[in-house]
């Protein structure tokens, strides 16, 4: 996303232990934890880059009353996306800058995902394309290409869908002067 809106950027991984931030924070808070992550996650790699802005991103997904994580095997996945079938659930994308070791600005962005009743040769298909990498995405799909074909409808915009909030998140890298306004 960030490549395609002309932001240069050098991914360096946070190594931060979600699972420990998951436990300390409430999990009927979704939007919040993504937040809260993408903060821990920034905020890692800010003081070990000492003057360089620095992005955090995480994306929660709520569903049915409850938090799901990724699927850790492609039955797994098959389980969770049937259980999604004709359902809505909510993505929450959040996303932080630091700067120093501490944070400047922070954000979340929701969208309602309305899945369509698809049938089980569908799902079959879908998963037999897209494979292990699913397993990456929380939700068990990507919205690019054949994933798309799961929804009815999505209310909110499409970049929360893929994993950040980037219209507030650009906004915010013009407001500090990362990029020219």
Do not use: C
Not at 47 to 56: D, I, Q
Not at 116 to 141: K, M, N, Q
Not at 151 to 179: C, H, K, Q, S
Request: net charge negative; proline share 3%; no cysteine.
């Amino acid at each position: 996303m960030l490549e395609n809106a002309g932001v240069p950027f050098a991914v360096q991984v946070a190594d931060v232990d979600e699972d420990a931030v998951k436990v300390r924070h409430d999990p009927a808070d979704a939007a919040g934890l993504a937040v809260e992550l993408a903060r821990v996650k920034a905020l890692a790699v800010s003081r070990r880059e000492p003057n360089a802005w620095v992005l955090g991103a995480d994306q929660t997904l709520a569903f049915d009353g409850g938090l799901i994580s990724k699927a850790g095997s492609l039955g797994e996945a098959r389980d969770r996306l049937s259980a999604m079938r004709g359902k809505a659930h909510h993505l929450h994308s959040g996303a932080a800058l630091a700067r120093d070791g501490r944070i400047v600005w922070s954000g979340v962005d929701t969208a309602a995902v309305q899945v369509r009743d698809f049938s089980d040769a569908f799902l079959d298909a879908y998963l037999a394309r897209e494979g292990d990498g699913l397993l990456s995405s929380v939700g068990s799909y990507k919205l690019e290409g054949m994933g798309s074909q799961l929804f009815e409808r999505i209310n909110g915009d499409y970049f929360t869908v893929l994993g950040m909030p980037l219209w507030p998140v650009l906004a915010e890298l013009r407001r500090v002067g990362v990029l020219v306004a």
